[in-house]
């Protein structure tokens, strides 16, 4: 498995001494088969958005293990609805 990870504030050391490649969040979206969403509600709302939604895989899997908020549900059941 390759690890990749996105941060606004990425520690680079720590990635790099943990085999973690560092991306961009709208590559990461469209290269992942497993997206992990880990983040906490910093007023930003819909963090993955449709934007995001629309650039993963079709058999993408979208764990959100944080806060409802981070993620657009109107975008995602469209996604679901599209088949995508």
């Known amino acids: 498995m390759r690890l990749v990870a ?3 504030y990425p520690d680079h050391k720590f990635a790099s001494a943990h085999n973690i490649n560092v991306s961009g969040a709208a590559r990461l979206a469209g290269d992942s ?3 992990s969403l880990h983040a906490q ?3 930003q709302r819909d ?3 449709r ?3 629309e650039l993963m895989k079709p058999s993408a899997l979208l764990i959100n293990t944080a806060r409802g908020q ?3 549900e109107d975008a ?3 996604a679901l609805r ?3």
């Open 41 to 43: 509600q910093t007023g």
């Open 70 to 72: 981070l993620v657009d």
């Open 33 to 35: 088969d497993v997206v």
């Open 6 to 8: 996105f941060d606004p």
């Open 82 to 84: 599209e088949g995508g």
């Open 76 to 78: 995602m059941a469209a």
């Open 47 to 49: 963090t993955h958005r």
């Open 51 to 53: 934007g995001r939604i």
